[in-house]
């Protein structure tokens, strides 16, 4: 049974994206715990697109200068079996890309784990973004890293050395000084004399160490259950400490460092490939794809300050959007797509989905994964041939496009029904590949990357009829010729 509806669609630097749609507004919440309020802490888990706010620089418990003082008074206060050398183990770096491109570059290095805001400040309220009020909006903010000393700091981007760190390798069994906790005890008195260690969290000794760890699912409306999600990479950071470890198939991760103290949990709606996050929206769609050079940093979702596991149910809002969007985008770039092509990009692009309307995108999550699924086909037709797609029929484009979202959102969703219309949005895809269904379906048999492999070079509803004919033998090819094509009304 194929449905009928109206879409509109426009046209975006000549490439078509996605359609127009309206639904019911809903709530925008996330269903997660607060965390502890703390100075160091993410006052409040955020899935907005608001900016941090940042408050007084604190002292900084890991300078050199600030060990050195913690270690004399640990001498005088209590007995320590062996003496620490302090001298500077990493450097506390603010680095200022001019352009996107050097952005791009310093990101391209695998061995920073970069911040958009400095990390000795206090976090008055946690936003999903960072951008320094003394730069100007369309240049990147300052990238703060702290990086080991020995390790070769990029050439080409400015850098300034902010402060020069100690920081005992906490984590190290290998380490001499683990053996009585000196250094557990050298990290925690600098904490308590710069202002920094918490009073009211239970004492900590030094060999209760914690991993970061746990899963993330979101909410999915139309199968009534949450979905995990595979390849999110997930931060636990504390002071110029960060841990990375990425979910599985079932959404669960574990961090590849140990911590004592809590950390501050986040990730960003991205992968190597894509992301997900709004640049400069000009445009009245609820969302579209398209590939960026240089593209900022996806949104970022906040979890708790907490020792322990980090369990997320996203249920509601725009991040159970992000989400869907997020899944559906994962699922054509690394999952099973019956050997249909994957996006293309170039070394300093990737593809980027742009949300400039929340209140406008589907509030069924089929329809937001399918509408998702829906916009990635049409960059992916637009590789095939670059040169000839702003000649290609509107028509067989967008009815292209209709039918590998119903292909593959099935994949997920078995009761996925595609809707269609005469004018520009037909289902010619799904006649041509699902059982005969008379009286208007009279050809099957086709493969998805049959009917991909056939449009490619072609520009009309003609040429990819005719191609489709010459390349396969199907029994049902002459209903293709003289009838199926006829009955969407194609010429």
Known sequence: MKNFKNFSYIILGGLMFGSLFSCQKEELDIDISDPILHRQNYSKASNSSEMTKLGEKLKNPY???????AWESLKEKTKVSQNIEIKTTHYYVKFTPKNEEELSLLKSDKSLILFDRPLDYEIKQQGNYYHDPEIPTEQPTYQYASIPVGNKLPEKIHFEILEKLFI????????????????????????????????????????????????IQVWDNALNRHIPLHGIQVYAVRWFTAYTGKTDANGNFSCNGNFRHRANYFFRWETNDFRIGSEIVKFKESFFYRKSNFPKGGFRLNGPNKKGDWNLNIQNGKDRIHGTIYRALYHYHYGNIKNLRRPIYGSNTIGIIEISDYNTVPNNTSELYAETINSIVRIVHADMNPNIYNNISAKMSLSWAKGVEWELTRMVYPNYQATYNNDNITGIVQDMIDPIQQPYDKVAGYTIRQLEDAINGQTTWRGWRDAIINSYNNPYELNLHNYQFTVWKFK
């Open 63 to 69: 300078s050199v200068e600030n060990m050195k003082k």
């Open 168 to 215: 005992p390798d906490e984590d190290s069994e290998t380490n001499p000084l683990k053996s009585d906790g000196t250094i557990e005890q050298l990290v925690d008195e600098s904490l308590k004399l710069t202002g920094n260690l918490d009073e009211n969290a239970p004492m900590e000794t030094w060999f209760s160490k914690w991993k970061p760890a746990g899963k």
